[in-house]
């Protein structure tokens, strides 16, 4: 479902939940017909309403480990290596729940990007020990068009001004827009999704139809990235450990009442669920033909709704489980 970022970012703008490379949104509610009369042996789960969504762990590495990673103009790079152990410092503090909270005080409480990257900069300590490393370079970083990368790049370029660098924030496009201008060193760095981007170079380098290069492994996508990008003119930093990937939630009551907390569990314990998710889903393997292959989960009924629905189509008590992002803002507690 996440083989091409670039298809996020045409998308997040609209929804607060936002579809990876699943093609066009579902149809914002109808229902197909049921693809599955439910496990054979395993009691049927309906949904259950509950106040707050719960991801449940993809513990059999079904996704891709799309962590975030920052991709810097290599001739930059090798010119100043200040720019890459700045941005590392953000890696080795961010994880997922961060992320999430990060993600909450924009998409939900309404606070600005900037405003956000420089609480969480003071509040993680991150200012560089050399405050004058950058000194009498000017840098410009790149942001996708959406809220987690703009918020992502401020936190970059107020990291980097701490190391003496003149740094202003630039929100371009799709990866199709800026990776060029990070190429030709229009932007010096831009934040990244390690699976996504390696899958995005690997297609650039051997075809479109080039096997993927990404799996769960973080270590081995960033392995199969780092080559890929260096011929392109790039250089990566220290992958995070916060991910922004396809993920399945159910109700905090649905995961209580029948306890579970992986996919795993899921599959050992229900049959007959419904899925919510978009219309594309029970034809991707990052998504309905990815839990029945991958897990063994059989479903019930499919639902299909507009991205930006699912959550709370789940919430609601109208499906059990729902596609989701691992990030999104209103998974904060």
Same mark, same amino acid.
């Given at each position: ?164 660098? @003149? ?84 109700? @905090?009551?649905?995961? @209580? ?70 990030? @999104? ?5």
């Amino acid at each position: 479902m996440r083989a091409s970022r670039s298809a996020v970012l045409t998308l997040i703008a609209a929804a607060t939940l936002v579809l990876s490379a699943c093609g066009d949104p579902g149809s914002g509610g109808g229902e197909a017909e049921p693809t599955s009369s439910g496990s054979a042996g395993l009691a049927t789960c309906d949904p259950v309403a509950g106040d707050k969504l719960v991801v449940l762990t993809d513990d059999k590495g079904l996704q891709n480990a799309d962590n975030i990673i920052p991709a810097v103009n290599k001739a930059a790079a090798d010119a100043n290596p200040a720019i890459i152990d700045a941005l590392d410092t953000v890696s080795a503090a961010l994880d997922t729940d961060k992320l999430i909270q990060l993600n909450k005080a924009v998409d939900v409480d309404r606070r600005t990007s900037s405003e956000v990257a420089a609480e969480f900069v003071e509040t993680e300590k991150l200012a560089a020990a050399d405050p004058a490393a950058g000194s009498g370079t000017s840098l410009t970083v790149g942001a996708a068009n959406f809220s987690e990368s703009s918020t992502l790049a401020e936190i970059y370029a107020a990291v980097l001004r701490t190391a003496g660098f @003149d740094v202003t924030v630039q929100t371009v496009g799709n990866r199709e827009t800026y990776l060029p201008a990070l190429q030709d060193g229009t932007l010096a760095a831009v934040p990244e999704y390690a699976a996504t981007l390696a899958d995005f170079l690997n297609g650039k380098a051997n075809g479109a139809d080039a096997a993927s290069v990404a799996s769960a492994d973080v270590d081995a996508t960033v392995g199969a990235l780092e080559p890929l990008a260096e011929a392109a003119g790039l250089a990566v930093g220290t992958p995070s450990a916060a991910q922004d990937q396809n993920a399945f939630a159910v109700t @905090d009551a649905f995961a @209580d009442e029948h306890g579970v907390k992986t996919l795993s569990d899921l599959a050992a314990t229900c049959g007959g669920l419904v899925l919510a998710g978009p219309a594309e889903c029970p034809e991707r393997p990052f998504c309905q033909l990815g839990l029945e292959d991958t897990y063994g989960l059989e479903f019930g009924e499919f639902k299909s709704y507009d991205f930006g629905l699912i959550g709370q189509a789940v919430l609601k008590g109208d499906a059990a489980i729902g596609l989701v992002l691992s990030s @999104d803002g209103a998974l904060a507690g």
